[in-house]
């Protein structure tokens, strides 16, 4: 009988073997599984990140979209962005740089051709109301109608050409009001910041003016006498103080700045600063909306959105109106003002370097980065064209005293 074995003990013994199979199988399967895991990770640390190729840390990485769009390669397992860009990349990129360009000569022509024509059409219609073309100029001029056509004009420009180039890129209009991280508290610092920035670029505004005053020359037309009634007044207050604010952040943050910051968010940020300044006409006026819109073209890459530049835009236009309200006042009035002011910029200095020593500072590119913008975008006639015109215009607008 010992020589047969026990069929309790073959099943047993069978069972472990089965135990001790199913236990290698899932040693094996978990080996198997931490092993793709390193290699998922591996590939992952060797290829782009779609929204940070450049793997720029400076950079607002949420703000300047896919990059594959540009670079297709993107998605190949592996691929890194080289130093010298290829053809494909140059010419999708270069496009971008282009529809900004685009956009900007659209908005100087259109806004020039229809204030030619609204006001032709107006005084038109005046003259043949009232018979005769005598005064009607005047007219026009001490009323709230050009005013009124100013205001119309870049409100239609504004929203319709950024419009135009957003489609025309792809950019959602949702993605730039779509805000992060943004706080009432932070809004206070950003207008108080904004105000010390403002009272650098009066003061170099008025240095400017006074080096051309001593060539015979002003950067300021004389327009007393301008829309002097007080619907004229209140139609200029509620364009300044409102309108222009939100329809040139949705043009120069919403679309321009994003169109341009596509490789290169240091670059967009200067380039559609310049922009923005030449589009206000004057040196004095550069000077201001040149180092404003550096500071509005920071925020909205931070929060990704134009809502915080708005915000800002506003509080400096109607800080700027009421200054200029309460210095017709009086002597004293004036001083008090510009004395609240000065106290206010002294905290604005504060809040700045409060701002900064949080790490915000202006992004920083890296060598390929360099390579994607002056470059590209100089390569770019309608980029290019775009500003020979405005600074054309800027110059002629210089009055000989």
């Keep these: 009988m010992d020589e047969f074995i026990n069929a309790d003990e073959h099943r047993a013994e069978v069972s472990g073997y089965v135990r001790e199979i199913c236990g290698l199988k899932e040693t094996i399967a978990e080996k198997d599984r931490q092993l793709n895991n390193k290699n998922r990770e591996l590939l992952k640390s060797i290829t782009s990140d779609k929204k940070n190729p450049f793997d720029n840390p400076t950079d607002y990485k949420k703000f300047s979209g896919n990059y594959a769009e540009i670079q297709p390669r993107l998605g190949e397992p592996g691929y890194k962005i080289p130093m010298e860009i290829d053809e494909v990349e140059f010419r999708n990129l270069r496009r971008q740089y282009s529809i900004g360009g685009w956009c900007v000569i659209f908005h100087f022509i259109a806004s020039i051709i229809m204030s030619v024509f609204l006001n ?16 009607v100029a005047d007219y026009m001029y001490g009323s709230s109608i050009l005013v009124g056509i100013n205001m119309l004009v870049f409100l239609f420009c504004n929203i319709i050409v950024a419009k135009i180039g957003m489609n025309w890129a792809g950019i959602k209009s949702a993605s730039i009001i779509r805000t992060r991280d943004f706080t009432f508290g932070k809004g206070f610092q950003y207008c108080i910041i904004a105000l010390f920035l403002w009272m650098i670029s009066v003061y170099a505004g008025t240095f400017a003016e006074t080096i051309l005053n001593k060539f015979g020359m002003t950067a300021f037309a004389d327009q007393e006498g301008l829309g002097e ?16 604010p939100i329809t040139e952040e949705l043009f120069y943050r919403g679309m321009l700045l994003k169109v341009f910051s596509r490789a290169n968010q240091r670059f967009a940020i200067f380039a559609s600063a310049i922009f923005f300044g030449l589009a206000h006409g004057n040196v004095a006026q550069f000077i201001l909306a040149l180092i404003l ?7 909205t890459m931070k929060h990704n959105s134009i809502i915080p530049a708005i915000v800002v835009h506003i509080f400096i236009n109607t800080l700027s109106t009421v200054t200029g309200l309460v210095a017709d006042i009086s002597e004293t009035a004036s001083f008090i003002s510009m004395l609240v002011l000065l106290i206010l910029s002294l905290l604005g200095i504060i809040l700045l370097l409060v701002f900064r020593s949080d790490g915000n500072r202006l992004p920083a590119p890296t060598p390929q980065q360099h390579r994607r913008g002056r470059a590209v975008a100089t390569s770019s006639l309608p980029f290019l064209t775009a500003i020979v015109i405005q600074v054309i215009y800027m110059a002629y607008t210089l009055k000989f005293n």
């Design 120 to 135: 032709l059409g107006i005084k038109s219609v005046i003259t043949i109301i009232h018979g005769e073309e005598t005064g």
């Design 229 to 244: 009634t007080p619907i004229a007044l209140a139609v200029g207050y509620i364009y300044t103080c409102i309108i222009a």
């Design 293 to 299: 819109g550096v500071f509005l073209a920071q925020i």
